[in-house]
Structures are given as C-alpha cells and as structure tokens.
C-alpha cells in the first residue's frame, strides 16, 4: 500500500517539472539539428533577459517612487509641525505683549512691591521668550533701523527736521515676531519723515 503512495508521489512530482518547462518547446531529434537546437535556445535567451530588463526597470522604478514618497511625506510633516507651531506662536505673542505691556506700566504701587513684582514679571517674561527662541521663534523690534514695508507695518508718520531720520523707524508701537526667518507678524512702527521747508515747490 505504502509503495503504491509513493508511486503516485513520484508522478506527480514528474507533472509538476513537465508543467514547470511547459514554454520550452522541443522537436523530436529526428526532425532537429544541432544547429536548430542552439538557434532556439538563443532566442529562448534573448527572451529571458529581455524579460528580466524589464523586470528590473519595474523594480527600479518602484523603488524610485517610494523613495520619492517616503521623502515628500517628511516634507510635509515638517510642513504640518511647522504650520501647527506657527499657530501656536501667534496665539501666544499676544501674552507676550501684555506682558510687555504690564512690565511698562506698573504705576501707582508702593516701590518695594514694584520691585519684587517687575522683578517677577521680566524673568516669567524672558523665560517665555528663551522657550520661543528654542523653537526658531525671533523677536523683532526694529528700532532706529531703515523702514521695510516687507518686514514692518508703519502706522504713523513722525516728521522730523534731519535728513538722516528719513525713513527710519523712531518708534516701535508693537513688536514683531518671525519663526525660521519668517515672518509670522510685523511689527508695528512709527516711521520718520523728512520734510525740508526750506525748499519751496
């Protein structure tokens, strides 16, 4: 019985060689030459390689694309952190700028009190600020510096009497803010202009 079992292995094995070379095709050697035999093999070969090419172009292609997809997707989560941060940022400055704003106006306490609570006020302040600076957050506050448009919101115009001033900001209303070397709000200045009297239209 077992040698019976083992009989039908083994044919089924011989089916499985013959169904594996089913596309190489040979004449009977009566009907084919040496010669013939190498010619087919030949062009067999050809079709092999060939196919192989092509093969491996696809693989080359697919890995190009996901390589190329591997490096967009950290792109544009280097976009999202960064969009996500900048909006973060921006609902913070104006805490900054009340803080700046307290730390201006601390009227009408008792000196020793002013002290401790100015004292407490600029080092919560600073801390903020080295937090920001950490994560490519720039304060801008371009005072005495040339005017910008691209960099700076003038809302007002001071005239002044030297040339020198022209343009140049003399007053710095409210700070501005960049993250990476971008601008994520100007500030907003007063800008100095020069009118010369003496000179008559």
């Known amino acids: ?12 094995e011989e089916n499985e060689v013959e169904e ?8 009977s050697e009566e009907n084919q030459t040496g ?5 087919k093999l030949r062009v067999k070969l050809k079709q092999t390689l060939s196919e192989k090419q092509d093969y491996l172009e696809g693989w ?13 997707s950290i792109e544009e989560k280097g976009r999202l952190v960064k969009f996500a941060k900048a909006d973060l940022i921006i609902q913070l400055v104006p805490v900054l700028d009340s803080f700046e704003m307290a730390i201006g106006n601390e009227k009408g ?8 609570w100015q004292v407490g006020m600029k080092h919560i302040h600073s801390q903020l ?4 600076k950490e994560n490519g957050v720039e304060q801008l506050s371009p005072l005495d510096e040339k005017f910008n448009p691209s960099l700076q919101e003038s809302i ?3 005239e002044v009497d030297e040339n020198e001033k ?3 900001i003399l007053e710095v209303i409210q700070k501005g803010y960049s993250l990476d070397g971008e601008i994520i709000r100007p500030a907003k200045v007063k800008v100095g202009e020069f009118k010369n009297e003496d000179i008559k239209t």
């Open 109 to 116: 306490e008792k000196v020793e009190f002013q002290n401790e």
């Open 156 to 158: 007002d115009i001071i």
């Open 35 to 39: 010669e013939d035999l190498i010619k």
């Open 60 to 72: 080359q292609r697919a890995k190009a694309d996901f390589i190329n997809f591997k490096k967009d």
């Open 1 to 12: 019985m077992s040698k019976e079992i083992k009989k039908t292995e083994d044919m089924s």
């Open 129 to 132: 600020l080295s937090v920001l």
């Open 166 to 168: 022209d343009g140049i």
């Open 20 to 27: 594996n070379f089913d596309d190489v095709v040979f004449e």
